[in-house]
């Protein structure tokens, strides 16, 4: 601390004169005396003076523009030294203490002999936590307590009573405790009643702390919610107090009082009684609260390293069927902005949305991957998220087919586009999902060239289809031949027909025989076995006139199969995607 220049020694501050009743008048006799200063000497007194007074009665954010507007250097050496005791007065009623390189510090060395030095040292040792400073000058701050204005003691006196009790000096706290006396509106604060319940349990009278807690609690303001924590701890301790009523009580306060040393007091005190409950839901919230709002406390290495844990048992514990899906989506929505960008919680999102999928709920799975993927993407560009390109493109992916399980086939479309390249793993999966919503979109031609090997009935039903469409008889033949040999039970009438026409129009007559003789009544129709004959009837006659005469049996089957399906005899259109309306009839070649 910088000291004051040699012999300005400062002047008592002597605020006890500063009435509530005189406030008014001395307020606009400061405010004239600053209008009508006209030389600078004069302008920087009315400032000191007309801070000084706000400073009296605790209207620091006025004093403070005051103060900081005084230009020093127009001030002599004893204007110099009492404005840095004011100003550091302004700062420890704030609730700071003085930097160690507090310009002109009313506490430096030389300032020993001040009348108001242990007032304000016990006050800034207090502030900084500093028991050894506070215990030396403590006693005397009391004693001169009486030289400010009431607004004083009503700031002062708990704080005193609360470092007294912390170190344990009981004859100090009970002096503290006998000045309440001169103010009879002070002992009816919570502050009061908190302080006189610490002191019982320092002297082991918990009934008495109880009781005690218990008045201050019912109150309102920091120390009230300060008699709830001790309450809860006090409870806890003897087991007069549920845990299941502690964590009522605890969520009261939060809901009351965040933030600062109290709001972590009681997220701290909350994940304890969490835990002893087994309510690993609130313990989540809760753990995630402590997070967000204390991030650069001790208590959050260790909360991290128990949400992270918690996180990923939880999830797999709810999807497996233990909790009910509602329950869990619930939870999970209040949970997204506590512990967004964390990695255990976006994996776990990311297995939720999975879940989502397999169970149908596509437009649910559709947003949930958008939103981790969209999280993921900003965190990188944030610095708050390693670069993932393969993780994005798989979330990507992932939105787009859930968007196609449900039907949302140009959304899928378009956010398969905006995935881009994908990487070497994931290629095969993007192409079929884009063959999927080609021939949903009505362009199955697209779709019919997709290189990549897929063993569900639906997949190779659907590329079959698009290599017929796009007459690639043998691609076909090929994909409707695995249906039926891989997928038995899922090899429709349909199939077959789809299958015997790829099959002849491939060449393959052996297969569309071996069909014909396996489904002698397709189609539950004696009309389909008229089909199958034409087809398989060997033409007679030289090689051009049997290549005709096939040719005139391929486009005869495929009007016979037209004109049922306009005559509602044959399969159902949307199954069978070797019938055109008619007009458009695919012969092939």
Not at 104 to 130: E, H, T, V
Not at 131 to 154: G, H
Not at 209 to 234: H, I, M, S
Not at 251 to 271: F, K, M, P, S, Y
Request: include cysteine; aromatic fraction near 6%; glycine fraction near 10%.
């Amino acid at each position: 601390m910088t000291a004051p220049a040699s012999g300005a020694r400062l002047a008592p501050f002597a605020f006890a004169r500063h009435t509530d009743a005189r406030f008014l008048d001395e307020r606009r006799a400061g405010q004239e005396a600053l209008i009508a200063a006209h030389t600078p000497e004069g302008l920087q007194e009315a400032r000191m003076q007309l801070g000084a007074l706000y400073l009296a009665h605790l209207m620091l954010p006025e004093a403070r523009g005051l103060l900081d507007a005084v230009d020093a250097g127009a001030l002599d050496a004893a204007g110099r030294a009492r404005l840095g005791a004011l100003k550091a007065g302004v700062t420890i009623m704030a609730g700071q203490p003085l930097p160690a390189a507090f310009d002109q510090s009313p506490l430096a060395p030389g300032n020993l002999g001040w009348p108001d030095y242990p007032f304000w040292a016990a006050l800034n040792a207090i502030r900084a936590k500093d028991a050894v400073t506070s215990r030396n000058d403590l006693a005397q701050a009391l004693a001169r307590l009486p030289a400010y204005p009431p607004v004083y003691a009503r700031a002062c006196l708990p704080l005193f009573f609360s470092a007294a009790l912390d170190l344990g000096d009981w004859a100090l706290a009970q002096r503290v405790a006998e000045a309440f006396d001169a103010h009879p509106g002070l002992k009816e604060d919570p502050a009061y009643s908190y302080l006189l319940g610490r002191a019982a349990l320092g002297v082991n009278r918990p009934d008495r702390a109880a009781e005690a807690f218990a008045r201050a609690a019912a109150g309102r303001g920091p120390y009230a919610r300060r008699a709830v924590l001790a309450a809860v701890d006090l409870g806890l301790a003897d087991k007069s107090l549920k845990p299941r009523a502690a964590q009522a009580l605890l969520h009261d306060t939060l809901a009351r009082w965040q933030g600062g040393e109290i709001g972590l007091g009681t997220l701290r005190r909350l994940v304890a009684v969490d835990r002893r409950l087994g309510d690993w839901p609130d313990m989540l919230l809760t753990l995630g609260r402590l997070l967000r709002d204390h991030p650069q406390s001790e208590d959050a290495a260790l909360a991290g390293k128990q949400a992270e844990g918690l996180i990923g048992a939880y999830y797999k514990f709810a999807l497996q069927g233990k909790v009910p899906l509602e329950t869990l989506l619930s939870l999970h929505r209040r949970l997204i902005p506590l512990y967004r960008f964390d990695p255990a919680f976006e994996t776990a999102s990311e297995t939720l949305a999975d879940h989502l999928l397999r169970l149908g709920a596509t437009a649910m799975a559709a947003d949930e991957y958008g939103r981790i993927y969209d999280t993921l993407r900003l965190g990188a560009e944030g610095g708050r998220w390693p670069q993932d390109p393969a993780r994005l493109a798989g979330l990507k992916l992932g939105e787009a087919e859930a968007q196609a399980a449900g039907g949302r086939w140009d959304a899928a479309s378009a956010t398969l586009a905006a995935a881009g390249r994908m990487p070497a793993p994931l290629a095969g999966r993007a192409a079929l999902l884009g063959a999927r919503i080609q021939t949903a979109l009505g362009q199955p031609g697209a779709a019919a060239h997709v290189g990549v090997e897929v063993s569900t009935p639906d997949d190779l039903r659907m590329l079959g289809r698009a290599a017929i469409d796009a007459g690639d008889w043998s691609g076909a033949a090929r994909r409707f031949g695995a249906l039926r040999r891989d997928h038995p039970k899922d090899f429709t009438e349909a199939d077959a027909i789809n299958l015997l026409l790829a099959s002849w129009r491939d060449g393959d007559r052996a297969t569309a025989r071996d069909l014909a003789r396996a489904y002698p009544d397709l189609g539950g129709s004696a009309h389909w076995g008229q089909i199958a004959a034409t087809l398989l009837a060997e033409p007679e006659g030289p090689a051009p006139l049997r290549r005709a005469r096939a040719r005139a049996q391929l486009d005869g089957a495929q009007k016979m199969i037209d004109r049922l399906m306009r005559a509602g005899d044959g399969p159902d259109e949307s199954a069978t995607a070797s019938s055109p309306p008619a007009g458009k009839n695919k012969t092939g070649g």
